[in-house]
């Protein structure tokens, strides 16, 4: 049995995170004799290769896979925003009361064409720095305007 000190450094994660806001939305699927859920627009809280998670007001939670549209910030000034569509299966829903959020995590299952190139170039490219095991910031400013949840509280 783990003790409180070493679940606090333990990264269950394939793949580093960065500390990344990037603009997504998620698309449910159809089902027939259901109502269409509505797409929800949002932003990435933390990214990797394997997956991301996002902060939402309301559990936005679906059980199964859902498509994301995830906006990708140009390479160059005078370049285009490049979208990248990928199947993921949302994996937890955690009501956070020092986020005020819900935070959602997901695991991607599969890109469209050419968006695990795509974001794994994006990745490198994103300014990082030291954060908390398993994470990158990659804005300085993200962890002073959201708290991390695994932090002591005081800190």
Known sequence: MKNMNQWEHDDRR????????????????????RTALPIYHGASHDIG????????????????????????????????????????????????????????????REFKEDGKALLQAALGRAP??????????ADPVSRMTQPIDSQPLGC
Not at 15 to 31: G, K, N
Not at 63 to 88: D, M, N
């Open 14 to 33: 394939e793949s580093p995170r960065l500390r990344l806001r990037l603009r997504l939305a998620v698309v449910y699927p159809q089902r027939e004799g």
């Open 49 to 108: 290769m394997s997956g991301l998670s996002m902060l939402a007001e309301d559990n936005i939670f679906h059980e199964g896979e859902v498509k994301i549209l995830l906006a990708l910030p140009p390479a160059h000034s005078w370049a285009s925003q490049k979208i990248i569509t990928a199947t993921v299966e949302m994996t937890y829903a955690i009501r956070s009361s020092k986020l005020n959020a819900y935070k959602i995590g997901m695991t991607f």
């Open 128 to 137: 990082t720095k030291d954060a908390a095991p398993g994470t990158q910031d």
